[in-house]
């Protein structure tokens, strides 16, 4: 008998904690950058401060200092991205391997006749 009405209490509380679990609280916690990093590619602005990424959209950067030496070039990058706002918080930088520079030399197959 005592075991039974211990069960039910143990259930009962751990009922009303999963209910006040799932309640907001009033409290607005939802932020609306991504929850994982993304990867984007494209063109930085000579400022800094703006990212245009292949299909014309262009997002602002919030921490442009990591940017710096990539003024004007194609890069890629992971970021977090903030959509309500337009923005992406950038965590690590590459360049673009569709940016690299070609050489050719006189005795290649392509220069021979």
């Known amino acids: 008998m005592k075991t039974s009405i211990v069960a039910t209490i143990v259930v009962l509380l751990l009922l009303s904690g999963m209910i006040l679990g799932q309640q907001n609280g009033g409290v607005a916690d939802v932020s609306t950058a991504s929850a994982k990093p993304l990867t984007v590619a ?57 940016a690299a520079t070609y050489s050719a030399r006189s005795t290649d197959s392509a220069f021979r006749r």
């Open 42 to 98: 494209g063109q930085v602005s000579n400022d800094r401060k703006t990212l245009v990424t292949d299909i014309d959209s262009e997002w602002s950067v919030s921490n442009p200092e990591i940017l710096k030496g990539h003024e004007g070039r194609r890069v890629t990058v992971k970021c977090y991205v903030d959509t309500e706002r337009n923005r992406i918080q950038i965590l690590s930088v590459k360049k673009d391997p569709s």
